[in-house]
């Protein structure tokens, strides 16, 4: 009887084991899933947020949860709003119906507004029709918060006053809200970039120039592509090759869909590493319910030592493929990079090809070659428009340099010949050579033979 009660025993032990195994974890809250939903949107993953934030609305409903509820319609209409912003601007509606019924935080408020405001200008601005709904929300959430001295959300609401006067045309009218928006003290990307826009609209091309220049896109790669593309058409415009601006947008159209492209596979990438992180949460967690329950008798920890064996090389041959496909990932963004350097490298030829002194730098053969001082600082402007400010930062590095140095330094830049360069300065090849030898030990203090001039103004 006692042996046959202790296989009982055991047996009873498995099967409790085998079915606590099966049991799935606890359904998440709605504020878990909302973070869930916001980790896949800050990776790029628009479809996995999207589907996340649905499963919050539910979740968030079923718990009267409202706080989560509002949120989660605010962050899907910010996903939606560049594909669907009519739906965008329901699914606001719907989150400041939530708040008023159940209202905690003002400036929350201010924000959802401005968010519905910002939603209805797009669906006008899109289907051509009026603005007085948008003007509505956001003057609405202007006054809230300039009556709660609330600068920062004042200066968001001035920003969407200024974009939509901006999209009705109104260009002078918008930069009246730009400046406003400034002078509360919180100047944002957005407000420098609708004063630049209104700037340029208005063929206003140095303080265009002026604000893009002040913007500092760090690591934001959209942001950098958006002041890069309006600085070269600002120096287009004053070359007056207007003809050519149709193609420069074209130019950067391509480079804007290679981006995208990359982000989708982006997103692609990470729905097959969040579901992969699933599998592994969910084996973790039947590996758990296996070692409590199984360290009962000596068969269970047998099964633990083959669990974790088995969880080992499942997780090494994981890491080697994450690892294959990061790498895989890189060598995409490396190739992508290097297509929109060879884009951005071509548009600098063909503007500097345009210059008239450089058409009469690479016209004049053997002659003794002239340029004026106009001429000089025709070039000396062009390269700082499309290179970044080199030549005024090398002025302001070496305030000593001569004149003729940093007019030697530019021919360099532009990589004309020493025999064009000696018939500018009436010299022998080898004097240039020495001219440049002397140029880079004394004033940049190069002594490296191996290091040519032309290396260190590309440093």
Not at 164 to 190: K, L, V
Not at 306 to 333: D, G, N, P, T, W
């Amino acid at each position: 009887m006692q042996k046959k009660s202790f296989f009982i025993l055991i047996i009873g032990v498995l099967l409790t084991a085998c079915s606590q195994s099966q049991q799935e974890p606890q359904m998440p809250s709605a504020a878990h899933c909302l973070e869930q939903a916001e980790d896949a949107l800050a990776n790029d993953s628009i479809l996995q947020g999207e589907t996340l934030l649905r499963k919050t609305i539910r979740l968030a409903e079923e718990s009267e949860d409202w706080h989560t509820n509002y949120i989660a319609y605010q962050r899907l209409a910010e996903a939606l709003a560049e594909s669907n912003p009519e739906e965008a601007l329901q699914l606001m509606k719907k989150a400041l119906s939530i708040y008023e019924q159940h209202p905690d935080d003002e400036s929350n408020y201010i924000l959802l507004l401005d968010y519905a405001g910002t939603y209805a200008a797009q669906v006008a601005f899109v289907n051509e029709g009026t603005f007085d709904e948008a003007l509505d929300y956001i003057n609405k959430a202007y006054d809230i918060a300039k009556k709660e001295q609330m600068t920062n959300l004042m200066g968001l609401t001035l920003t969407s006053l200024a974009n939509i006067a901006w999209a009705q045309d109104d260009y002078r009218q918008s930069i009246d809200y730009a400046h406003q928006a400034m002078a509360t003290g919180d100047t944002q990307s957005g407000t420098l970039q609708v004063l630049a826009r209104s700037y340029l609209c208005l063929n206003m091309l140095d303080s265009a120039e002026t604000v893009y220049r002040q913007m500092e896109p760090g690591d934001d790669v959209h942001l950098a592509y958006i002041v890069q593309s309006h600085l070269a058409k600002i120096a287009l415009r004053r070359l007056g090759a207007t003809a050519v601006e149709d193609s420069v947008d074209e130019a950067f159209n391509q480079i804007e869909d290679i981006y995208f492209k990359a982000l989708e596979q982006k997103d692609q990438y990470y729905q097959e590493s969040l579901r992969q992180e699933m599998e592994n949460q969910q084996l973790e967690y039947r590996s758990k319910m296996y070692g409590r329950t199984l360290l009962i008798v000596i068969i269970a920890s047998l099964f633990v030592i083959v669990a974790i064996v088995l969880m080992v090389r499942y997780r090494m041959r994981a890491q080697h493929q994450e690892k294959r496909q990061l790498q895989q990932e890189a060598e995409h963004q490396k190739t992508l990079l290097h297509q929109a350097n060879e884009v951005v490298t071509f548009m600098q030829h063909f503007i500097l090809e345009r210059t008239e002194a450089v058409k009469k730098l690479n016209q004049s053969g053997d002659l003794l070659i002239y340029l004026s001082p106009h001429e000089w600082s025709e070039i000396e402007r062009t390269l700082n428009a499309i290179d970044n400010n080199r030549f005024a930062n090398l002025r302001e590095q070496y305030p000593n340099m001569q004149e003729d140095d940093i007019r030697l330094c530019l021919l360099t830049r532009l990589g004309i010949s020493n025999r064009t360069i000696g018939n500018i300065y009436c010299i022998t090849v080898s004097a240039v050579q020495h001219r440049k030898l002397k140029l880079k030990k004394d004033v940049f203090g190069e002594t490296n033979p191996d290091i040519t001039l032309e290396q260190i103004l590309l440093r």
